[in-house]
């Protein structure tokens, strides 16, 4: 019972919107109306700046590391249910029930959960990611780079079988989520960073 408890809880601490709920708060703006229609921290960027967009990011990597903080402070010595309880939490951002089961991508929330698992492969996976930004300004690009990283790091550091599992699990997830992107770099059509929107008055 308090196992099923914890992973509905990070199911539902993951589908906080807080893209959503920051545009609402400051901008008096719904970001899924914008640009990607994305609740994520890219299409936060392009429509409310750099500051609210940190806000979002701090936000969503932060319900990752808490969902697994949470399962280590209740003494759930699983690791399969630390990572079931780690993709609860991404599933939630990626389909939040307070969104009609819509999202976002849920990278910032999956560094979160790996930073909480690994902090070394995560810090890894992040220079993996600013380095495809860097050259390329593609941050779809970059995060897909970032989750293949995060699953070959997981198998370079002899990880847990479990923590492999998990990072086949994102990696297949980052790929489904970004086949919209995946589409438009083909076309060259994808957009780049540091390209804003206007918000309509």
Not at 7 to 32: N, Q, W
Not at 81 to 99: E, K, Q, R, T, Y
Not at 120 to 133: D, H, N, Q, R
Not at 148 to 159: E, N
Request: aromatic share 12%; glycine share 10%; hydrophobic share 50%.
């Amino acid at each position: 019972m308090k196992i099923a408890l914890v992973i509905i809880s990070c199911y539902l601490l993951g589908s906080v919107p807080f893209g959503y709920i920051v545009g609402k708060l400051f901008k008096k703006v719904d970001i899924r109306e914008y640009g990607s229609g994305n609740i994520g921290a890219t299409n936060a960027l392009r429509i409310l700046g750099p500051s609210l967009a940190s806000l979002v990011v701090l936000g969503d990597i932060g319900k990752g590391i808490l969902s697994i903080y949470l399962v280590q402070y209740l003494n759930i010595d699983s690791l399969l249910i630390l990572i079931i309880a780690g993709l609860a939490v991404i599933f939630g951002h990626d389909w939040s029930i307070f969104l009609g089961f819509k999202g976002g991508k849920g990278i910032a929330t999956t560094f979160g959960v790996v930073f909480a698992l690994n902090p070394t492969i995560s810090f890894l996976a992040l220079l993996v990611w600013g380095i495809v930004v860097i050259t390329t300004r593609y941050v779809s690009l970059a995060s897909i780079f970032a989750v293949i990283s995060i699953f070959i790091l997981t198998i370079l550091f002899k990880q847990p079988y479990e923590y492999i599992i998990f990072g086949a699990i994102i990696l297949v997830l980052g790929i489904f989520k970004h086949k919209d992107n995946i589409k438009r770099l083909k076309s060259k059509k994808e957009s780049k960073i540091g390209e804003k929107i206007k918000i309509k008055k």
